[in-house]
Structures are given as structure tokens and as C-alpha cells.
Nanobody, 121 residues
Framework: QVQLVESGGRLVQAGGSLRLSCAAS?????MGWFRQAPGKEREFVAA????????HYADSVKGRFTISRDNAKNTLDLQMNNLRSEDTAGYYC?????????????????WGQGTQVTVSS
């Protein structure tokens, strides 16, 4: 069983930066970040393979967000720069049983409770 706990979400002004962290207990393979805004579907943000060699980003965050993992500490981070109002959402850390990075929510077996990011314009 894997448990995931996110932290780092808060209110920030547009153009600002935030760093989200996810602490995992138990063995993890590929991991990812998703987000969900009120009234919208959960959407993929970024994913990293178990080795860290493969990373995927949603087009909407490419060049602004950076996903990273530390397997020794069993943590996953998301550095978010140049934040926009449309980035406002609950952000969720997820862990898959697959080694390769995946953008598909159904391929993630474990989910955190989420951390809220609000970007004011």
C-alpha cells in the first residue's frame, strides 16, 4: 500500500512561483501530478518514470512547470513558475504500478488528498 501526502499549495499572485511536494510511503514506480478545477475534469499535468529518465508535461504547463523526484527520499516535487489564473486548481500527486511515465489517470493506483493552488490575477 502506498500513501501520498501533498504540501505547498497556497494563494499566489499571477506571475509568481510555487513548489509542491509529495511525500510517499511505500514503494513507488512512475509518479505524476494532476489537477482539477471546480466544475472541470481532472487533467494531467506532469509525469516522471521510476528512473527519472522519462518526463511528460501537458502542453499548457511546458516551459513553466518542472517535475522532479528523489527516490532516496521517496518524494516528488512540482516547481511551478510564471503561474497564471488558469492554473488555479486542486493539485494531486499520484503513483502508478508502471515503471514508465504515463499521462493516463486510470493507470495510477494511488492518489493523494490534494493541495489547493489559487492564482490571483
Amino acid at each position: 500500500q502506498v500513501q501520498l501526502v501533498e504540501s505547498g499549495g497556497r494563494l499566489v499572485q499571477a506571475g509568481g512561483s510555487l513548489r509542491l511536494s509529495c511525500a510517499a510511503s511505500g514503494r513507488t514506480f512512475s509518479m505524476g501530478w494532476f489537477r482539477q478545477a471546480p466544475g472541470k475534469e481532472r487533467e494531467f499535468v506532469a509525469a516522471v518514470s521510476w528512473s527519472g529518465a522519462t518526463i511528460h508535461y501537458a502542453d499548457s504547463v511546458k516551459g513553466r512547470f518542472t517535475i522532479s523526484r528523489d527516490n532516496a527520499k521517496n518524494t516528488l516535487d512540482l516547481q511551478m513558475n510564471n503561474l497564471r489564473s488558469e492554473d488555479t486548481a486542486g493539485y494531486y500527486c499520484a503513483a502508478s504500478r508502471l515503471r514508465q511515465a504515463t499521462m493516463t489517470p486510470s493507470e495510477y493506483a494511488y492518489w493523494g488528498q490534494g493541495t489547493q493552488v489559487t492564482v490571483s490575477s
